[in-house]
């Protein structure tokens, strides 16, 4: 269970090597011992994320988990929640991908729908099954501030955003009252191994602060968060830009 003050004692990250995720279990390692379950394909990248947890104090367990391949979904959910009660879930898998090649190559477009809203769907439908069997917990998803208006420059990939936001915010609703919380966490710009090489935007953020964020809302039972959080304010301001002026933006 979740204590007073915002502590779980058992953490799930699917996408068991994502720099916010490790991230954010490292913030909870801070505050106590946790039971840390990584979710993802086996690799020696799952293996070093699972050594770094363990250097930091967690009890680590890896689940073998592939976001395209939805017949595995359910099972590795199950799985992770076989060894005993998870309070914090995190889904933190996704692709950016080549945004160019995107809007013109299937096979590209595919990928990003596939892993960025399809299987943040069907990881969400089965959290929400093993979380009302167990009666309480709470569901962390990593959304981004591009789903909140399409731009040119990265349409696709925030059109998958859009729709992980909109299942999320839904399933707020549709686990309220059942003792479970849900929290959409809209990072803007994160300094990481898939943003190498890209001009950061302005507002841009570390894996670690994006973590603060999730802890901090994770504890307040905020449903909704933006990282860092003046993006909320500029999104807002954005979202009522008319289009031929927003399309002259150098966003």
């Known amino acids: 269970m979740i204590d007073a003050v915002g502590h779980p004692t058992s953490l799930l990250l699917l996408g068991g090597t994502s720099e916010i995720g490790l991230a954010t279990a490292e913030r909870y390692l801070e505050g106590g011992p946790v039971r840390v379950v990584l ?17 930091a104090g967690a009890t680590v367990e890896t689940v073998e988990f592939d976001a395209r391949d939805a017949a595995v979904h359910t099972e590795a959910v199950r799985k992770a929640f076989a060894g005993g009660d998870i309070d914090v879930a ?62 040119r420059s990265n349409f696709v990939y925030g059109s998958t955003k859009a729709g992980l936001d909109a299942f999320y915010t ?27 090489g890209l001009s950061p935007a302005p507002l841009s953020t570390t894996p670690e602060a994006v973590a603060d964020v999730i802890v901090s809302s994770v504890a307040s039972g905020r449903e909704q ?11 807002s301001a954005l979202r009522h830009v008319p289009r031929p002026i927003f399309r002259r933006l150098p966003l």
């Not at 979710?39 to 250097?55: C, E, F, H, I, V």
């Not at 889904?91 to 190559?105: R, T």
């Not at 299937?106 to 399809?118: G, P, T």
């Open 39 to 55: 979710a993802g394909r086996q690799s020696p990248r799952l293996a070093d994320a699972a050594a770094r947890l363990t250097r």
């Open 90 to 151: 995190v889904v933190a898998f996704g692709v950016l991908g080549d945004q160019e090649k995107a809007w013109q190559d299937i096979d590209a477009a595919v990928e990003l729908a596939e892993v960025n809203y399809v299987a943040a769907v069907s990881v969400g439908v089965a959290l929400a099954t093993e979380f009302r069997r167990q009666g309480h917990g709470h569901l962390v998803a990593l959304s981004s501030v591009a789903a909140e208006r399409a731009r």
């Open 170 to 196: 839904g399933l707020t609703e549709a686990l309220r009252g059942e003792g479970i919380g849900v929290t959409v966490v809209r990072p803007g710009f994160v300094h990481t191994k898939m943003t190498e």
């Open 225 to 235: 968060a933006w990282a860092p959080a003046p993006l909320r304010f500029v999104m």
